[in-house]
């Protein structure tokens, strides 16, 4: 058994790289900052996560189609979207340790705090009390849990208007009124706090004086809504229907860290669903339910998974809820399941000039479809999935690790491991395993004990 979540943290890490799921790129010129490259193990992983999404999401539905678009696009797609001007994240410098922060999460941080203090004087009433608990009269009458859920929706109301408005200043000054010090140094020694836009910029063009800025993806959504018509006149599709897609994005994120968790070049599997407009609230709880679903049929227990609504909405949502997965650093964001509203597509159709309407033959008119989207990190999965999976058992003086992947997502679906090296038995194994190779992903191994080539197969 693993001694705390930290520990585990850790012994996942070296683990992934001890077995070739996940390596530090450019690690022989001392690696790269945020950035990590999948090894033999991991690729295929990562691959069974995609498949097993893909056949999921579009496979299993009739209303769902997939595609590919370009990395890069043409520049006025992220301004229609809102990303040239306000995809940014507030940035905030610790004076003394010199750490860099985002000021927003810095702030939610500290309403976690206040929550958890809040779950704990539950948990202890409830202890007390038993079955005559009744929770919902705990938290509106006990002094300590109201004043703390006050404050923090106070705080939360607060974070919510600095972050609409833009106000840098307001927000440093939220920091400063709610006394939080750096995580690591505990000093409150703060600089101000300013926008970073996140988006990675690059040139196309032979002269460098000529070139146009064009910008590497920060989302993989933008591409599936500029091929709305393309792709409802060309698959007859009729709303409600989807447009899957997995692929890579980029974020130049201020505080990349926890690993595969935040990185700086990502790969994001999602779903737009266009809909009628006022029928979006029950497509949004349908694949609520249903994604939620998809992650435990997988294996993991409730405990392991949450609903966490947006308290502040994105200014494209009309609601927004993440499903949370128990990382050994806590309850973080796996997947997004938003409600759009018709605001991409009415950008894009503002500026491009093209109509971006679908003609509905029963309501006989034409509309701007409202959208439903559904949006996981697969690096996040794969982090999920590994941290999951993970156990170390003890067995007599010796302690040794499992990975408890589930079927579906296993790299290796068959080990073919002759008894000895005599008898016929490796050209028998040989001979099987030329067959199997054809359905499965196998592997051939004859070297050491059977009982040392068991525990390989085990990590």
Sequence with gaps: MLSNDADKFKKVISHAKEYGYIFPSSEIYDGLSAVYDYGPYGSLLKANIREYW??????????????????????????????VDAFNDPLIDNKDSKKRYRADQLVEDHMEKLENKI??????????????????????????????????????????????????????????????????????????????????????GSVA?????????????????????????????????????????????????????????????????????????????????????????L?????????KDHENLAHYANAAVDI???????????????SRTDFDLKRHQEFSGKKLQFFDP???????????ETSIGLDRMFLAMMCLAYDEESVQDDTRTVLKLPPALAPVKVAVLPLVKKDGLPEQAMAIFN??????????????????????QDA
């Design 119 to 204: 779950r704990k004087e539950v948990e202890k009433a409830a202890k007390r009390f038993g079955d005559a608990f009744d929770e919902a009269v705990f938290r509106s009458t006990n002094a300590r849990v109201v004043e703390w859920a006050e404050r923090k929706k106070g705080i939360s109301d607060r974070l919510a208007t600095a972050m609409t408005d833009g106000d840098m200043e307001a927000l440093r000054q939220l920091i400063e009124d709610c006394e939080i010090a750096d995580p690591e140094s505990g000093s409150r020694n703060w600089t101000e706090v300013r926008q970073f836009n996140l988006m990675f910029s690059t040139k196309m």
């Design 209 to 297: 004086d000529a070139a146009d800025t064009i910008y590497l993806r920060p989302e993989t959504a933008q591409g599936i809504f500029v091929n709305f018509l393309n792709v409802s006149k060309t698959t007859r599709q009729k709303i409600p229907f989807g447009i899957a897609q997995v692929g890579k994005a980029f974020r130049n994120e201020i505080v990349a860290r926890q690993f595969i968790f935040r990185m700086r070049e990502f790969e994001q599997m999602e779903m737009q669903f266009f809909v009628r407009p006022g029928e979006e609230m029950q497509w949004y709880e349908y694949w609520k339910a249903h994604r939620m679903q998809w992650h435990k049929a």
């Design 362 to 372: 029963e309501l006989e008119k034409s509309y701007v479809p409202y959208v439903v």
């Design 435 to 456: 067959k199997l190779k054809y359905r499965f992903h196998c592997q051939y191994d004859e070297k050491d004990s059977i009982g040392k080539r068991y525990r390989r």
């Design 324 to 338: 949370e997965f128990n990382f050994p650093f806590g309850f973080k964001e796996l997947e997004g399941i938003h």
């Design 299 to 307: 294996g993991t227990g409730d405990d392991m998974l949450k609903f």
């Design 54 to 83: 893909w056949k999921s999401m579009v496979q299993m539905h009739e209303n769902i189609v997939g595609i590919d678009a370009a990395i890069l696009m043409h520049p006025t797609t992220w301004k229609a979207s809102g990303h």
